[in-house]
């Protein structure tokens, strides 16, 4: 039987892949470049505006991003890469307990959005699938993130982790959103949002808490309405 010859290795193609990464180091160039110009000249900015600001023709742009939706998703990818997603990171593996880290998770968030006034509404106003995409994608890390932390520490005091993973994307669903509304028309501080994001955030952790995560045992507990303090009670009376 005669012999088989090994078969070659294929090899790697290296100005193939040095212009791949030159081609995604200069279109990072261009997206950290077009950052730049929102925060400079607002979230109106137009692509003629944005290659002036960062030194190159508006060719340049376009054989790099095939509209301007392509280049607000890039926007949104490269800002949720760069810093909303690490700043949230940092946020979870801070070292406090209950309270201030339900206060402090919620607090970044809404602080690194409110940190860039004239991106948000940039990113925003694109409705392409593309962006939304992109949005959607970093509140699936950001609530995954969540959804480990909050299975980890749950895990240690033997309660029932099975939960985990909605109560992580509800948290990050309804604080994103709460954000996107208050960005779009602050009708309080941003402290205050906060507080009443912390609020409900902590009650349903309470919650939660008291029946060890147990989805039986909340099922099987009667559910009263809640009892009104007496002052609200004296009010409803007159």
Same mark, same amino acid.
């Given at each position: 039987?005669?012999?088989?010859t090994?078969?070659?290795?294929?090899?790697t193609?290296g100005r193939?892949?040095r @212009?791949? +990464?030159?081609k995604?180091?200069?279109?990072?160039?261009? =997206?950290?470049?077009?950052?730049d110009?929102i925060?400079?000249?607002?979230s109106?900015?137009?692509?003629d505006?944005i290659?002036?600001?960062?030194? =190159?023709?508006?060719?340049v742009l376009? #054989?790099y991003?095939?509209?301007?939706?392509?280049?607000t /998703?890039?926007v949104?990818?490269?800002?949720?890469?760069? /810093?909303l997603?690490?700043?949230m990171?940092s946020? $979870?593996?801070?070292?406090?307990d209950?309270?201030?880290l339900?206060?402090?998770?919620?607090?970044?968030y809404v602080?690194?959005v409110?940190?860039?006034?004239?991106?948000?509404?940039f990113v925003?106003?694109?409705?392409?699938a593309?962006?939304?995409?992109?949005v959607?994608?970093?509140? +699936?890390?950001?609530a995954r993130m969540?959804?480990v932390?909050l299975?980890?520490r749950?895990?240690e005091?033997?309660?029932?982790?099975s939960g985990a993973?909605?109560?992580? %994307?509800? /948290?990050?669903?309804?604080v994103q959103l709460?954000?996107?509304? @208050?960005?779009?028309?602050? #009708?309080?501080?941003?402290?205050? $949002?906060?507080d009443?994001?912390?609020?409900?955030s @902590?009650n349903?952790?309470?919650g939660?808490?008291e029946v060890?995560?147990?989805?039986?045992? %909340?099922?099987?507990?009667?559910h009263?309405s809640? =009892?009104?303090p007496?002052? $609200?009670?004296?009010?409803a009376?007159d």
């Amino acid at each position: 039987m005669a012999s088989q010859t090994p078969a070659k290795p294929v090899k790697t193609d290296g100005r193939k892949r040095r @212009w791949h +990464q030159h081609k995604v180091d200069r279109r990072n160039e261009l =997206v950290d470049g077009t950052l730049d110009a929102i925060r400079s000249r607002g979230s109106n900015v137009s692509m003629d505006e944005i290659a002036a600001e960062i030194g =190159v023709s508006k060719t340049v742009l376009y #054989r790099y991003f095939v509209d301007k939706n392509d280049l607000t /998703t890039a926007v949104m990818m490269r800002f949720a890469q760069t /810093t909303l997603i690490p700043n949230m990171a940092s946020a $979870l593996k801070a070292n406090l307990d209950g309270f201030a880290l339900t206060r402090e998770i919620i607090r970044v968030y809404v602080d690194t959005v409110a940190a860039e006034p004239e991106i948000y509404p940039f990113v925003m106003a694109n409705s392409s699938a593309s962006k939304s995409k992109a949005v959607a994608d970093s509140e +699936q890390i950001i609530a995954r993130m969540l959804a480990v932390m909050l299975r980890r520490r749950m895990a240690e005091f033997g309660m029932d982790t099975s939960g985990a993973a909605p109560w992580a %994307f509800h /948290t990050v669903g309804g604080v994103q959103l709460a954000t996107h509304s @208050w960005m779009s028309n602050p #009708r309080m501080t941003s402290d205050e $949002l906060i507080d009443y994001l912390t609020m409900l955030s @902590w009650n349903a952790l309470c919650g939660i808490v008291e029946v060890g995560g147990s989805l039986e045992k %909340f099922n099987s507990m009667a559910h009263p309405s809640p =009892v009104l303090p007496p002052q $609200l009670l004296d009010l409803a009376r007159d």
